[in-house]
């Protein structure tokens, strides 16, 4: 159970907030507990997602690039949550094959064939684990994929910006409400007491 209260966002009537919630309802299939844990402080919850919303459209990095480094973060931190929310996306909100995205959160970049794309989540779990112990042929690495400055210094906040998230959801416990076969691949869930089963309903197509 959610360590403080869920706040509903249609409390805010604030126009911004409303659409990105929006957005994300129809990219999730409904508006996430992590949004309404966020509107205890909806002042930074308007910057914060402000902020996020700039990283996703006006960098160099494409909408699916950007998931794949979500999910793998957010699973290197350990973070069900997260995790789930981002594997959502991918699958409900931009379609992608859920065979894949399970494969995926299996096995990391074992699986992918795009070379830009294997290299920007290679990238994304190192600076994740050790920012400190990257070196130059890291960052050649991604200019060699086409990234300018401008996509690699896009690509470490995005880093920053998911593992915030992951902090403040593993923080303050909040409720799982996404389908559970996405922290059963990534983490080995079972249902118990204090875990009950999530929303397996939720980011399915035709329902």
């Known amino acids: 159970m959610a360590r403080v209260a869920l706040v509903e966002t249609s409390t805010s009537n604030d126009p911004v907030i409303e659409e990105i919630a929006d957005w994300v309802a129809q990219m999730e299939g409904g508006i996430p507990n992590h949004f309404r844990v ?25 909408l699916e690039e950007i998931q794949h480094v979500r999910i793998a973060v957010s699973k290197a931190n350990g973070c069900p949550y997260c995790t789930a929310a981002f594997c959502t996306i991918l699958n409900y909100g931009l379609q992608t094959d ?69 902090r403040l959801n593993l923080a303050l416990q909040t409720d799982y409400d996404y389908r559970d076969i996405w922290r059963q691949t990534a983490f080995d869930w079972t249902a118990s007491p204090d875990q009950p089963e999530g929303d397996n309903t939720r980011g399915v197509r035709g329902k």
């Open 38 to 62: 966020e509107m205890n402080f909806p002042e930074f919850f308007k910057a914060k997602l402000g902020a996020t919303k700039v990283l996703w459209q006006l960098g160099e990095l494409n």
């Open 98 to 166: 859920e065979d894949y995205v399970k494969e995926f959160l299996s096995h990391g970049t074992v699986v992918v064939v795009d070379e830009r794309l294997k290299q920007i989540v290679i990238f994304a779990v190192k600076v994740n684990a050790d920012a400190k112990s990257m070196t130059d042929g890291d960052v050649q690495a991604l200019r060699t994929i086409g990234l300018t400055d401008k996509g690699i210094v896009q690509l470490t906040h995005l880093v920053s910006d998911f593992a915030s998230y992951n």
